[in-house]
């Protein structure tokens, strides 16, 4: 892949790698720091880039897993953790709406590696079933197995301990 096709295939998603970056990490800073990586990352791998089908899923991989490096490296703590759930619980107000989200971070800590990946995909990136496929290597099948898997683990965490 020439310099030109680069351009041409990657940098026009680049300010949904920023976003992405930027809910991610939460400091601009960093989410340029993990663009700029995700970039250079995808610049050395440009000849396996041809073989890609849906270029946008893999880059948003990348940019998912360097965010993921750099909240590792920083060790977050889960309150920082916890804010990116917080727009799946919007329907309680106060202390119900934080203890819910805790409670869902407790659960979404219990998952299997690969169903807890696929659910953050879908639930906090927004992908689809089909970019969550090509950016993980999974059958859409098998992503569909694992996200129900994933909430339904979620739901029986929930109702067993807490009756939400």
């Known amino acids: 892949m020439t310099e030109k096709e680069f351009k041409e295939t990657v940098l026009p998603h680049h300010q949904l790698m920023l976003a992405e970056a930027l809910r991610l990490l939460k400091n601009r800073d960093e989410a340029l720091d993990c663009l700029q990586d995700a970039v250079t990352a995808l610049w050395k791998s440009r000849k396996e880039l041809t073989k890609v089908k849906n270029v946008k899923a893999y880059c948003m991989k990348i940019v998912y897993n360097r965010a993921l490096e750099m909240i590792?490296?920083?060790?977050?703590?889960?309150?920082e953790y916890g804010k990116n759930l917080?727009?799946?619980?919007?329907?309680?107000s106060g202390v119900e709406h934080k203890e819910k989200v805790a409670?869902?971070?407790k659960a979404l800590?219990?998952?299997?590696?690969?169903?807890?990946?696929?659910?953050?995909?879908?639930?906090?990136n927004g992908m689809?079933?089909?970019?969550?496929?090509?950016?993980?290597?999974?059958?859409?099948?098998?992503?569909?197995?694992?996200?129900?898997?994933?909430?339904?683990?979620?739901?029986?965490?929930?109702?067993?301990?807490?009756?939400?």
């Open 72 to 79: 590792r490296q920083r060790k977050i703590s889960d309150s």
């Open 109 to 124: 800590k219990l998952l299997p590696e690969n169903e807890r990946e696929v659910v953050m995909m879908k639930a906090i």
């Open 103 to 105: 409670i869902l971070r």
């Open 86 to 92: 917080q727009s799946d619980v919007t329907s309680d």
């Open 128 to 164: 689809s079933g089909d970019e969550i496929a090509e950016a993980t290597g999974l059958s859409t099948t098998n992503v569909r197995v694992l996200l129900h898997r994933g909430r339904k683990r979620i739901k029986d965490y929930m109702n067993k301990y807490y009756g939400l």
